[in-house]
């Protein structure tokens, strides 16, 4: 079975520039995260999808960021307008979580956009 | 609210050598514990996990047990191989959020 594939992998991009990053989760999951990585920061969690509807987007940096996840298969992160300080690898990840639904617990990531702002 | 610390890297050592790395958590209830791995461009992969108190979980030779007392879940592997290089994250679950520690770089040498 695919894991969860992220696109791009790398992107570089000019400051002002918007930036659609994209994931696609495994099939089966109902839980979806968005984190960023970055040296100084580590791993944060930027936005939690369970069954396609936000949950969590408590750590949504400002409103340049954005996140959709249109259906069970699919999502986007999107920065507009990006900034050099927006610079990190961003991962996709995803679990099945909640009532009535298998719980392994593990979080599967994807191998993450590298995302670089001039 | 949920919180996870574990030493900071990085942590050389030499091929053969034993090997542990500090994890201690705060959360309330009885949250699920993980170690995750990340090996260079790539993404986190679970190496393994313990869900209750006493449970030890183990993968590819590393060990590590959810001590309920002592809020802690200490990596540790007998002998290190070159291949083990990578960074390691503690990591806990409680309801639906998994908060990671700031991950620990190991490079092992030949």
């Known amino acids: 079975d695919a894991g969860v594939i992220q696109s791009p992998r790398h992107e570089v991009t000019e400051m002002g520039q918007e930036v659609t990053l994209r994931c696609k989760p495994i099939?089966?999951?109902?839980?979806l995260f968005w984190y960023r990585q970055t040296m100084m920061r580590g791993l944060e969690l930027l936005i939690y999808f369970n069954n396609n509807v936000p949950i969590d987007d408590s750590g949504m940096p400002e409103d340049r960021f954005s996140a959709k996840m249109p259906n069970a298969s699919f999502s986007t992160l999107k920065i507009q307008p990006s900034e050099p300080r927006d610079s990190a690898v961003y991962f996709c990840?995803?679990?099945?979580?909640?009532?009535?639904?298998?719980?392994?617990?593990?979080?599967?990531f994807g191998e993450g956009s590298r995302l670089t702002v001039l | 609210g949920n919180s996870v610390t574990q030493m900071e890297g990085p942590v050389t050592l030499s091929e053969e050598a034993f090997l542990t790395i500090n994890c201690t958590y705060t959360?309330?209830?009885?949250?699920?514990l993980f170690w995750y791995v990340q090996y260079p461009g790539e993404g986190l992969q679970l190496l393994l996990k313990?869900?209750?108190?006493?449970d030890k979980g183990s993968n590819k030779g590393f060990e590590a047990t959810y001590r309920k007392e002592t809020t802690s879940f200490h990596l540790e592997k007998g002998s290190v191989q070159v291949s083990d290089s990578a960074v390691y994250f503690c990591a806990l679950r409680g309801t639906y959020k998994y908060i990671f520690g700031t991950g620990t770089r190991l490079k092992v040498l030949a």
């Open positions: 099939s089966g999951h109902n839980s």
């Open positions: 990840a995803s679990s099945s979580l909640g009532r009535g639904v298998p719980n392994t617990g593990e979080l599967f």
């Open positions: 959360a309330t209830g009885y949250p699920s």
């Open positions: 313990a869900t209750k108190a006493d």
